[in-house]
């Protein structure tokens, strides 16, 4: 998930779902018509089209589709679960929202189904969140995971070769940079991916300590990841201060004007790839542009760790739950299995998303992104699974605190500052 919030939804959800779904679902299995809610258009016609004729020769019912755009879902989703005759019985959640929803009892336990949907197979980090106090309430639907995309032909010009650890990484992005192009393009508050430096060092973004969450930016490891981020974008990137989610890829591919890339190297989902390569208008649309990718031209690598290998990079991606309010737990149960089923599986990842059955990764193919993909989601991790990180995101101080590090900032003094500020977010 990598949609900014509301921050008002994102700091009301949880009071307002524990009101909402302390009571259960209501004991109505009268109906086999159920309402699947999909966030944005990652899902493609083809796999919702399959879900809906599988659902039909399984139950009799009809499956209605709805897609919901990330911008606005918390709010949508704060308001639609706690009621019964209006909540979506199945939903798609950004896969670091899962705890603010689970910990509210805004989703059913489906513990006893997980070995038949596929069990230690299933994404581990993605089950995680999903989890509470031993139960399941949301599982992985599918992953993304970063990996990097690089100028082969900047690369080699340069005589630079594919680094093998994080510390070779920074120095070759630096030396790459000149006024008018980055050596590694990244936004100085885009926490999302900045944060591979953090989990690379061993840091985290926040704790369990006893009962209670802590941030941890002013853990020694975190720091170190911190003092990296600094330096790389201070020596490396030509991006702005205030970015934060941005459209890499453009900066990656020759400028319309100038012809010059504006980056030598980016960090961005496997999914990028598609709009990455030789851009040429759209013959179906003037007034867009396709992308067509040139091996001669572009490269990728999974991000690699401080002493080689894959780093812990942030995974993206989405977990599936059953609403807690919904009349139809037994139809949506239904559902559940044909999206865990391994056809469903396969599909997911020839459509270059990733499985959530690990089992089924290698329908991601055996080319170089699906390799890529797969090293990288490896030892991929996720936010912490701490109930208020919703808000903890829907603040926007994370991209406030990775902003005034990259704009060089005392790191130490940044972190005890927002470490009080975040701490008092996260339960």
């Not at 606005?72 to 308001?79: E, H, R, S």
């Not at 019964?84 to 670091?96: H, K, L, M, S, Y």
């Not at 390569?277 to 690598?301: I, L, M, R």
Request: charged content about 20%.
């Amino acid at each position: 998930m990598k949609k900014k919030l509301g921050v008002l939804a994102a700091t009301t959800a949880a009071a307002l779902l524990l009101a909402g779904c302390a009571g259960g679902a209501p004991a109505d299995e009268s109906g086999n018509d159920i309402t699947l809610w999909l966030m944005g258009g990652d899902t493609p016609d083809t796999l919702r089209d399959y879900l809906k004729t599988e659902y039909a020769d399984a139950t009799g019912g009809t499956l209605t589709i709805e897609e919901q755009g990330w911008g606005d879902a918390i709010a949508k989703l704060t308001t639609a679960l706690p009621d019964a005759e209006n909540t979506p019985d199945v939903v798609e959640i950004g896969n670091t929202w899962s705890p603010t929803f689970t910990n509210v009892g805004a989703f059913s336990d489906i513990t006893d189904m997980v070995d038949e949907l596929g069990g230690d197979d299933l994404l581990p980090s993605f089950v995680e969140v999903g989890t509470v106090d031993g139960a399941n309430y949301a599982l992985p639907y599918y992953f993304g995971s970063r990996y990097v995309f690089y100028r082969k032909d900047l690369w080699a010009a340069a005589g630079k070769q594919v680094p093998t650890t994080l510390t070779e990484f920074n120095e070759t992005a630096a030396s790459l940079r000149t006024d008018g192009q980055s050596g590694f393009y990244i936004g100085g508050e885009d926490w999302r991916n900045a944060i591979s430096w953090v989990f690379a060092n061993d840091g985290e973004l926040a704790k369990k300590d006893g009962d209670e969450w802590v941030s941890t930016l002013s853990d020694d490891n975190t720091i170190a990841g911190l003092e990296q981020f600094q330096a790389l974008f201070q020596n490396a990137s030509n991006a702005p201060v205030t970015e934060a989610d941005s459209t890499p890829w453009v900066n990656i591919n020759n400028n319309e004007t100038t012809g010059a890339p504006e980056a030598a190297t980016i960090i961005a989902p496997g999914w990028a790839h598609w709009s990455i390569g030789d851009v040429t208008p759209d013959p179906d649309d003037a007034t867009k542009t396709v992308a067509t990718w040139n091996d001669e031209v572009f490269g990728v690598f999974p991000l690699p760790a401080v002493d080689g290998g894959a780093a812990p990079v942030f995974a993206g991606g989405s977990n599936i739950a059953i609403s807690a309010k919904s009349k139809n737990q037994d139809a949506s149960r239904e559902l559940l299995k044909i999206i865990f089923s391994a056809e469903y599986q396969q599909m997911l990842g020839e459509n270059g998303l990733g499985p959530a059955n690990l089992e089924h990764a290698s329908s991601l193919g055996d080319d170089q992104f699906a390799e890529a993909l797969i090293e990288s989601a490896k030892n991929s991790k996720l936010t912490p699974a701490a109930p208020g990180w919703a808000a903890v995101e829907g603040s926007g101080l994370l991209e406030e605190f990775f902003g005034k590090v990259a704009g060089g900032g005392d790191i130490a003094s940044l972190a005890a500052e927002y470490d009080e500020k975040i701490g008092a977010l996260l339960n």
